[in-house]
């Protein structure tokens, strides 16, 4: 199971931190990731982190912005987000791939197996 929080509202320039707890699954053997939907858009890619922790990707929208950690011994990954802009608002969702390689990291949703309920962002202008 995969729980999101730290969704709110804040205003342009601001930041906020968002955590997904993971549960019931050996955390440490899974990729993580966070992706966002606006409303009326697709599901997009925002950043990943490799089991290792060691591998990071982010898109060109959030690169130096954002940034992903993952405490394996809390069974939690953190997305901070900083510089928030307007179009940054949408619901974050985190999700989860078990991996066999310690590097394997993807922006493809479809490459993901777990997913969590989703946190809401909204940033105003």
């Known amino acids: 199971q995969l729980q999101a929080s730290g969704g709110g509202l804040v205003q342009a320039g601001g930041s906020l931190r968002l955590s997904c707890a993971v549960s019931g699954r050996t955390f440490s053997r899974y990729t993580m990731g966070w992706f966002r939907q606006a409303p009326g858009k697709e599901r997009e890619f925002v950043a990943a982190?490799?089991?290792?922790?060691?591998?990071?990707y982010f898109p060109d929208s959030v690169k130096g912005r954002f940034t992903i950690s993952r405490d394996n011994a809390k069974n939690a990954v953190n997305l901070q987000m900083n510089s928030l802009k307007p179009e940054d608002t949408a619901v974050y969702y985190c999700?989860?791939?078990?991996?066999?390689?310690?590097?394997?990291?993807?922006?493809?949703?479809?490459?993901?197996?777990?997913w969590g309920q989703g946190t809401l962002v909204t940033v105003s202008s």
């Open positions: 982190i490799s089991r290792s922790g060691s591998s990071e």
């Open positions: 999700a989860a791939k078990h991996t066999i390689i310690s590097q394997s990291i993807s922006s493809s949703r479809d490459w993901y197996d777990y």
